[in-house]
């Protein structure tokens, strides 16, 4: 998953092919620090890289829109910056990370409002920056501010590692605990994709019976009038459901209106009974679910043996006394 988000980035990037690059070498780089230099650190390496694909989508889109007379070369330094200062970070202080990488705590919340401890100072130098095209600064002035802005960022997530360290677990331990639980949650997700599916193609048919028993289009297709087509009633049945309404399909037709009313309120309902029962069912594993597993397991019990008059006959059991 690691690789594939990693190749989805530098794809997206496109032709900016030595950003993608450096994406690319920073996420390898990431990972490869922690499950090398720490033991036991692959799982945290693995939070590390995605960490650092998703950065590097946040990154370009800064450097967009508020950098973009810098260089690709440039902006590829800029985006290490960080990543390097709190690597390094992680080496100085390696005996403490290497302390928590270790502690294979149970997932808990009283580390997330450490973020006040650095975010807060990240989002004011990014919040500063968006200024920066009001200036009409030339490129290489560009490139300087843009460096300047990493370097600061990168020198408050230094400066809190320790805080970063543990958010980082917190989120491994998460992504280990839904790994744990995946198991339980395909079968209540299959079964509420099967409903949802069902709902859909039934009121895609409804809507095309709709218009061939009334003999007139009941539907708005791009501000006209015209009759669907199956493919059409099945992409209006998915829109609807979802409750999205792009708006190039308009039902018009009072029976048209009515089945879209009744598909929204029973893909609300669907959906939160839906929800409900995912979560259920992805919760902590108790005894009777353990025991429906042992049960699930063990083979069937062979059938009883007949006589020849066809009476069960029982095995093992034990000689009857005259």
């Known amino acids: 998953m690691t690789g594939s988000l990693t190749v989805l980035v530098t794809a997206a990037i496109g032709t900016d092919w030595q950003f993608g690059v450096a994406t690319a070498i920073i996420s390898t780089i990431s990972f490869g620090f922690f499950y090398l230099l720490f033991p036991g650190g692959m799982q945290f390496g693995v939070t590390m890289a995605n960490s650092m694909a998703v950065y590097a989508g946040l990154f370009m889109f800064f450097h967009d829109a508020n950098f973009p007379g810098v260089s690709l070369y440039a902006a590829a330094a800029a985006e290490a910056i960080p990543v390097l200062a709190f690597l390094g970070a992680c080496v100085l202080r390696r005996r403490y ?24 100072g990240v989002f004011c ?3 500063v920056a968006y200024g920066v095209p009001r200036l009409d600064l030339a490129a290489h002035a560009q490139e300087l501010v843009l460096l300047v802005v990493m370097t600061l960022i990168g020198a408050i997530i230094a400066f809190a590692v320790r805080d970063v360290v543990l958010l980082l677990m917190d ?5 280990e605990s839904v790994t744990e639980r995946a198991d339980r949650l395909v079968m209540p997700v299959m079964a509420f994709l099967t409903i949802y599916s069902l709902a859909v193609v039934v009121f895609a048919c409804l809507y095309r019976i709709t218009e061939a028993t009334l003999g007139a289009a009941q539907f708005l297709v791009n501000g006209a009038r015209h009759a669907l087509s199956f493919g059409d009633a099945l992409y209006f049945s998915v829109i609807t459901i979802s409750t999205v309404g792009y708006g190039d399909i308009v039902p018009v037709g009072p029976l048209a209106r009515a089945l879209s009313m009744m598909e929204v309120l029973f893909g609300l309902l669907l959906l939160l009974f839906g929800f409900g029962e995912i979560m259920r069912s992805g919760g902590p594993d108790t005894e009777q679910r353990r025991r429906l597993r042992v049960l699930l397991r063990q083979s069937p019990p062979e059938p009883a043996a007949a006589d020849a008059d066809g009476d069960d006959v029982e095995r093992d ?5 005259p």
């Open 97 to 120: 990370v290497a302390a928590v990488l270790r502690m294979r705590r149970r997932y808990e919340l009283t580390h997330l409002p450490r973020l006040s401890r650095w975010l807060p």
């Open 171 to 175: 989120v491994t331990m998460v992504f």
């Open 125 to 127: 130098v990014v919040a």
């Open 317 to 321: 059991s034990p000689a009857r006394s």
